[in-house]
């Protein structure tokens, strides 16, 4: 579990361009979850991950992991994070390399190397043959799939996800959101920082949003996208299996607006006019 307590962070403090990120974050995330973050620009989802990583010291709150501070290296090496853009930081001249690079710094065998290597390029979609290519002969997809790959091959408890699918196409999208799933299933805690409500809607079993560094809802996505007061001061659109079942139910149908997807919507209409 993941214990985080009165987290406060205020960036470049004591200047004039003081800004206050966090504001007594307090939250815990039990083993096998799968949290989403949702929320504005710069209402301080970068910052909490980064917190939780343990990449930005506080000296306000406390984070610990499986009871141990994330101070210390060990609680660190649970939490696996991926960035914006993460293909941006590949920099070995192969992607066998790239990837090996995180194992090969907790000093782990040779051997023990090489299978992390081709389990983790198997987790991502990434066929082997692609281990000697340069990562700068790939696609733009692929290079992420092998940035997240390094990311696995030191196999984290929690994963963390700031925006995986930004800039990716719809079908990249779609095989990468599926791999995190899978990633769930297989027994990783998933914490995924979103824009979209749609994949939060897919995969989350809770969500919590943000506004100014402070948690302005945390619970279910099928609670959040019908509570309309919490939508707007955080500037959040509900997904279009929502939106339309709400709209279906001002019209004068009495349909539940509490769902997900668009099977669900479809469902729910048929069991409304039968
Ligand atoms: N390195 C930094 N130095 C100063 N201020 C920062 C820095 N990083 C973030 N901030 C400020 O802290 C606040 C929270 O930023 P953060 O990046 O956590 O937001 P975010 O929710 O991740 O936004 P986005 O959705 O745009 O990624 C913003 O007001 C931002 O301008
Ligand atoms: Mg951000």
Redesign the pocket.
Known sequence: MIDIKNLSYT??KGTP?E?T?LKNISLNIDDGNFLAIA?H????????IQIIAGLIDVPKGTVEVDGESIKNKSARRKIGIVFQYPEHQLFEETVERDIAFGPRNFGLSEDEIISRVDESMQLVGLDLALKDKSPFELSGGQRRRVAIAGILALKPKYLILDEPTAGLDPRAKKNLLAEIKRLHELGVTIILVS?SMEDIANLASRVIV?TDGEILFDGTPRKLFVHEKILNRAGLIPPAATKLLQKISRAGLNVNAEVLTIDEAENEIWRAIK
Do not use: D, E, R
């Open positions: 960036y470049m361009f800004k990120a929320g620009t710069g209402s301080g989802k970068s910052t909490l824009h943000l």
